[in-house]
C-alpha cells in the first residue's frame, strides 16, 4: 500500500498496543490491589464508594452503575454501611426505595481511592515532555466521538501480536 500499513498490519499493532496498554494498567503497577489494600476492603467496595462519591443514588442506580445484581449490592452496602462509610435512608417519593448517601468517612476513603487510581504509572511518568505530548494526542484521538476505526480482528492476528516474540 502507498504510504499506509495493510489491514492485517493495523490489527496485529492494535493488539499489541493494546496488550501493552493493559498489562501497564493492570499488571505492572495494580493500582486495584492497592486500593483495595489502602482502604482494607475488596476493590468492589471501594468502587461502590467511588461511584457515590457524585452524589446519593438509589440501590438500583448503584447496582446498574455496578454492574452487578441486587443481592450483590446489598452485601456490599450493607458492609459499607456496617463500616460507617454510607447511610441508607428511604426515598422521599417512594418508601419501597432506598437512597445510599456518603458519610464523611466514606467520602474520605472514597477520595483516597481515586488519588490512587490517578496516580500515574511510573513509566508513563518517567516519559519526556515530546512523548508525553504525542501521546496526549493519540488518546485524545482515541477518546473523542467517531475515532473508532474498523480494525480486523482475526483471532489468529489476535494470538500473532501477543507472542512473546512479535515484534514491538
Known sequence: ???????????????????AMRAL????EDRRKEV?????????RAKALRRLLPGP???????????TDKPYTTL???????RGYVRRTVHPDD????????????R????QGDRILGRPPRALAALGPDDLAALDRVMAAIRSPGAAQDVTSLPEKR??????????
Open 25 to 28: 494498567v493492570l499488571e505492572e
Open 1 to 19: 500500500m502507498s504510504g499506509q500499513d495493510a489491514p492485517d498490519d493495523r490489527a496485529a499493532a492494535a493488539f499489541r498496543v493494546w496488550a
Open 36 to 44: 483495595a489494600d489502602a482502604l482494607g476492603m475488596s476493590f468492589s
Open 57 to 67: 443514588l438509589t440501590m438500583r442506580e448503584l447496582t446498574a452503575l455496578l454492574g
Open 95 to 106: 418508601r419501597r426505595r432506598r437512597i445510599v448517601t456518603l458519610t464523611e468517612a466514606g
Open 76 to 82: 456490599v452496602v450493607d458492609d459499607l454501611e456496617g
Open 159 to 168: 494470538a500473532q501480536a501477543t507472542e512473546p516474540n512479535s515484534a514491538m
Open 108 to 111: 474520605a476513603a472514597a477520595e
